[in-house]
């Protein structure tokens, strides 16, 4: 064979059109002058022309279809000869006569096609002849195409059920035979052509047997829409026979094909009914085939059918569609052994698939199958291959998207061993979803068991990997992440408080696991929801004595307490202590005062240990201070003894302003207006004027040092003070000491070096409003402050 | 031209009617001169009668020795131009010596002629029959006239007809295994068999099936064989794999054929053979040739 540039098939190309032309030309004349012999003559040299070796699929089929046409008018004259009384039988005799075969064959398809239009042979018998008479033709692009031309003029002439070709002696079992053994031959002749030509065109060769493959495909195609081709005889005959041709060519692309074509030509039920010999046939193919593709599409052809009603679902049940495909995806992952993972997995994430669709209600299968994905998986170790991890992430995926609900997916006790084979990276995005679709779907995760397996799964995301990754980790992805776990870890509810209390000891000890930089996200979230489960119980039992009830607010406050004990390994003193305090709220709450003390001595020990930062000591003195004047259930000498400490914390702050405002806060802890016992006029008098003191001493260190006295801003909140407390009807808080403080203030602002204050001012002069306001309204408030003269 | 050529001619007009002339089978025969002519078809064992018609020119009278009618069997060998050898000769007088004015009619009968071989024209040898009517004179020299007829004999069917099958092949190279379906066909039959191939380590081009025509004339060492291609069937287009088998159907009709002629009077025989011809891309031929009998089936129809 001569191998030429695109450029010489071309010019080969237009000469075989001229030559074909040229000959067309000479044969329609012949026909207009009704020459049946000048005819064959020009017809047969015509066709010569489809001889060439030299033209790839491409061009001999542009050269083909023009032969194509002119064939349809000698044919169109055939008919006419014989209606003229020109035996057909002669006809069919005559066109043999040709010297060379490729044009005698395409005469003899021709006259063919007529001689089973006249019926005066059975149509069996033609295409019997036909058939066979084609296998003259070895070469095959030139086989191939002239037994699709046979394709062709005989499709609309088989004598299928309900055709006018079936009779007697023609049954539809006589069409099948014919397509069969069409397709057959075509199909060895395509296989063939990969070995013919040198090896260094190989590829192109095979890019050349892949543009042809449809008409291999088309006798398939044919074949399904043969009216006759029932069930039981697709069952007995057609597929049997197909695969035999399939499995025996022994040609990756060949086979891969047709397997496609099978099942995307054929009816979707019967498939389903032929499952186990269409599955057989997959391991027989070379383990070079891409079976998993194949089997994945089946697959999918089957979900769609499944999804398409629920009345074809019994089908599915009947032929145990699942057992079936289980078995031939084993059978096929071992006769393929190099076959690479990400297609073990492909073909397992295929069938997930196809099972949650037409087995929904069988967790069982869905478990079986990761349990053999798990197997196939094992000893490989972790999965290096991008393609493959991503086909795991779709297989456990799969789950979720059908069922919404990740309590299915817990259920499964397989999943965490499929994700055990992920590496980290792919583990925390996998956990990432998990997480994503409970928030999504707002699922409630209401059993210790479920939440245990749930952060088995999770674990990707609150847990360091064993390995430690080196990468830098992106710092605000980390907190993404940390955040949704926070979020999930809110999810967890239970009604029941006895396994609440199990979901919050499982959270525990995983988080417990997290490692430093995770715990300050994962422990806030663990507190307040045992926290919550406490104000639950103090709520719904008082009558429910705590002997027979293992669940008590002191339990979980012991948990609690190991909880954010865990936080001290880590400097985050700040965040212990606030949750210490809320804690301590809860136990005040619960009237466990033993407990609340503890908690704040905690906070305290806290305070003085751990929080060094003067701002943040500011905070968190404030933070003592407003939850401890909330507490109620503290003994006068505990409550002494906390209050005198946060007193002495406000003093001892590094920056006169903080102790000066901490100091008036402070004066709160005394007068608790709900609580008759907490009423100390005497000591809210003694923290202001101390508070006073401080001002003062800040007004003059800030002249001393900078010339100026400083802003009065911290004499108009002590005074809000002293209003707030005077309102509240404390005795100690005098008319004249708010006269005398306002007078103060006064003056202060009008010596000459006092900077404006737009804040402070506008603080006054609403509070001076305030004051008026109330005048205004009378009561026995308004009586009260028409005492003070503004 | 009559008129001119008439000026050397006899003075007389001979001609041949066949008694069913009208309604016997003319056939084209093929003269040395190129031009076909129709003549009429017999058998062997025939009668061939009918009238012999002598007519003078313009009213002269011609003056003989004697009129006689011969049926001449003969065999013409092209290296020995002209000289005919005479197989048959059958001879009937038709007139005593004398003179004839006008136009004279003479009935002849050779009754159950036996008449063995059939006309035929070959490469080197020709086969015919003829009817020589010879008007004898003295002086004149005798006036000759000749009428070809073409002899063909029928056959019956063939008791035994075997097919041939053989397998044949070079070693570790190509095994095949073919079959015709008899070994004697009728000048009408089709061939049918197939090509079974065993084993293919050579790339095959294609193959073609051909009808050969072995003609040997002479005898001893002057023997001289001529072989013609009489046709070339292409049976397979490409190169097949191992298990393939392809069909054979060879129409024999198209081709102008004669039944196997074996040392027809010890001058010469024709032999048909089938050359199965594979060719391989390099264009190295590989053929198996096979004898097959040719026979005449009588007409039917």
């Excluded at chain 1, 299928?160 to 075509?186: H, K, P, R, W």
């Excluded at chain 2, 002269?60 to 005919?84: A, C, P, S, T, W």
């Excluded at chain 2, 050579?202 to 193959?207: D, E, R, S």
Aim: aromatic share 8%.
């Amino acid at each position: 064979m001569i191998t030429g540039g695109v450029e010489d098939e071309e010019k080969w190309l237009s000469a075989g059109i001229a030559g074909l032309q040229q000959n067309a030309f000479y044969m329609n004349r012949a026909l207009d002058s009704n020459n049946l012999k000048e005819a064959l003559k020009y017809s047969a040299q015509m066709l010569s022309e489809l001889r060439t070796s030299r033209l790839s699929p491409h061009k001999y089929y542009e050269l083909y279809m023009r032969a194509f046409d002119e064939l349809r008018k000698l044919e169109i004259f055939f008919k006419l000869e014989t209606s003229r009384g020109f035996s057909i039988v002669e006809l069919y005799e005559l066109v043999q006569h040709a010297g060379n075969i490729l044009p005698r064959l395409y005469l003899l398809c021709t006259v063919g096609s007529v001689y089973i239009k006249s019926k005066e042979a059975p149509a069996k018998d033609v295409l019997k002849d036909l058939v066979e008479m084609c296998r003259g033709i070895q070469h095959p692009l030139r086989g191939l195409f002239l037994r699709s031309y046979l394709s062709q003029v005989s499709r609309d002439k088989l004598p299928d059920i309900g055709s006018e070709y079936e009779g007697d002696a023609d049954t539809v079992m006589d069409a099948v035979e014919f397509v069969l053994q069409n397709f057959t031959e075509m199909n060895k002749l395509w296989v063939r052509m990969q070995h013919q030509g040198p090896t260094r065109e190989k590829e192109k060769r095979e890019k050349e047997r892949s543009e042809l493959r449809d008409l291999v495909g088309k006798n398939l195609h044919v074949l399904s829409q043969i009216e006759g081709v029932d069930l039981e005889m697709y069952k007995e005959i057609v597929l049997p026979r197909v695969l035999e041709q399939v499995v025996n060519c022994k040609d990756e692309l060949a086979q891969f094909y047709l397997m496609d074509c099978i099942i995307q030509v054929f009816p979707d039920e019967y498939h389903l009914q032929t499952l186990e010999t269409l599955l057989n046939a997959c391991p027989q193919l070379q383990s070079s085939v891409d079976v998993k593709t194949v089997l994945a599409r089946l697959m999918e052809r089957l979900s769609n059918y499944a999804a398409s009603g629920a009345e074809v679902l019994p089908e599915f049940f009947q032929v145990e569609a699942f057992t079936k495909l289980n078995n031939a995806i084993g059978k096929v992952i071992e006769a393929q052994d190099n076959m690479p993972i990400a297609g073990v997995v492909t073909l397992y994430a295929s069938l997930l698939k196809f099972t949650l669709q037409v087995h929904t209600d069988r967790l069982d299968y869905v478990d079986q199958i990761l349990g053999a994905c798990v197997h196939k998986l094992s000893g490989k170790g972790k999965l290096d291959d991008s393609k493959a991890t991503k086909q795991i992430v779709a297989l456990l995926s799969a789950p979720f998207e059908k069922y919404k609900d990740i309590d299915t997916a817990l259920k499964l006790s397989n999943y965490p061993r499929v994700m055990e084979y992920l590496n980290d990276g792919t583990k925390k995005e996998m956990a990432n979803v998990i997480v994503q679709n409970i928030m999504k779907n707002k699922t409630c995760i209401s059993t210790a068991e479920k939440v245990d397996a749930l952060f088995e799964l999770i674990k990707g995301l609150i847990r360091d990997s064993d390995e430690d990754l080196h990468d830098e980790l992106d710092e605000e992805d980390f907190q993404e992440e940390q955040n949704s776990v926070s979020r999930l870890i809110q999810m967890l509810h239970s009604d029941d408080p006895e396994e609440m209390l199990k979901i919050i000891h499982t959270v525990r000890k995983h988080i417990l696991n997290g490692g430093q930089k995770r715990l300050p996200y994962t422990v806030p979230p663990l507190i307040f929801s045992s926290l919550k489960l406490v104000r639950r119980l103090q709520g719904q039992d008082e009558s429910v004595s705590g002997e027979d009830v293992s669940t008590t607010p002191k339990k979980i406050f012991q948990i609690v307490t190991q909880t954010i004990e865990a936080l001290s390994s880590i400097p985050v003193p700040e965040l212990a202590l606030g949750l210490y305090l809320q804690c301590a709220e809860a136990a005040n709450d619960c009237d466990l005062e033993p407990v609340a003390y503890e908690f704040f001595t905690q906070a305290y020990i806290l305070y003085e240990e751990e929080i060094t930062d003067s701002k943040a000591q500011v905070t968190s003195i404030h933070l003592i201070i407003g939850t401890l004047q909330r507490m109620h259930i503290f003994g006068v000498e505990n409550r002494d003894a906390l209050t005198h400490k946060a007193t002495g914390y406000s003093a001892k702050l590094l920056k006169k302003p903080d102790q000066c405002r901490a100091v008036y806060a402070c004066s709160h802890l005394f007068w608790l207006d709900e609580h008759e016992s907490m009423r100390d006029g005497e000591r809210v008098l003694l923290c202001l004027k101390r508070a006073l003191r401080i001002a003062n001493a800040v007004q003059q260190m800030a002249s001393a040092t900078r010339g100026s006295s400083g802003s009065v801003v911290l004499f108009i909140e002590i005074l809000n003070k002293y209003l707030y407390f005077y309102e509240k009807g404390v005795s100690q808080i005098t008319v004249e000491s708010i006269q005398g403080l306002i007078e103060l203030i006064r003056n202060e602002m009008q010596g000459d070096n006092v900077p404006s204050d737009a804040a402070a001012d506008g603080f006054l002069a609403s509070m001076l409003r305030y004051i008026q306001f109330q005048k205004d309204k009378g009561g026995a408030l308004g009586e009260k402050y028409e005492l003070i003269t503004i | 031209m009559n008129y001119i050529i008439g000026a050397f001619k006899p003075a007389c007009h001979i001609s041949v009617t066949f008694s069913d002339g009208k309604s016997r089978k003319q056939v084209p025969l093929k003269k040395e001169n190129g031009q076909t002519v129709m003549v009429p078809l017999f058998q062997s064992q025939e009668n061939i009668s009918g009238k012999i018609s002598v007519e003078p020119v313009s009213g002269k009278k011609v003056e003989h020795n004697g009129i006689k009618v011969e049926l001449l069997g003969q065999i013409e060998m092209y290296f020995d131009r002209g000289n005919f050898y005479d197989f048959t000769s059958l001879v009937r007088e038709l007139d005593v010596p004398g003179e004839i004015y006008e136009r004279k009619t003479f009935p002849f009968e050779f009754s159950t002629v036996e008449m063995p071989y059939e006309t035929y024209s070959g490469v080197n040898v020709r086969l015919r029959y003829v009817l020589k009517v010879t008007i004898s004179r003295g002086y004149a020299g005798s006036i000759v006239e000749y009428q070809d007829f073409v002899v063909q004999n029928y056959s019956p069917p063939p008791q035994i007809n075997n097919s041939i099958k053989m397998e044949v092949g070079i070693e570790d190279c190509l095994h095949i295994e073919f079959e015709y379906n008899k070994s004697k066909y009728h000048l009408k039959d089709v061939i049918i068999g197939k090509i079974y191939f065993l084993l293919v380590r050579i790339k095959i081009k294609n193959m073609d099936l051909e009808i050969r025509r072995r003609e040997s004339t002479g005898s001893g060492p002057n023997t001289h064989v001529e072989t013609e291609t009489l046709a070339k069937f292409e049976l397979m287009d490409g190169a097949p794999v191992r298990g393939e088998s392809i069909p054979i159907r060879l129409f024999l009709s198209p081709y102008e054929l004669t039944p196997t002629y074996r040392n027809i009077n010890n001058k010469f025989s024709v032999k048909y053979y089938l050359n199965l011809v594979l060719v391989d891309e390099e264009d190295r031929r590989y053929f198996k040739q096979q004898e097959i009998t040719m026979y005449r089936l009588g007409d039917t129809s």
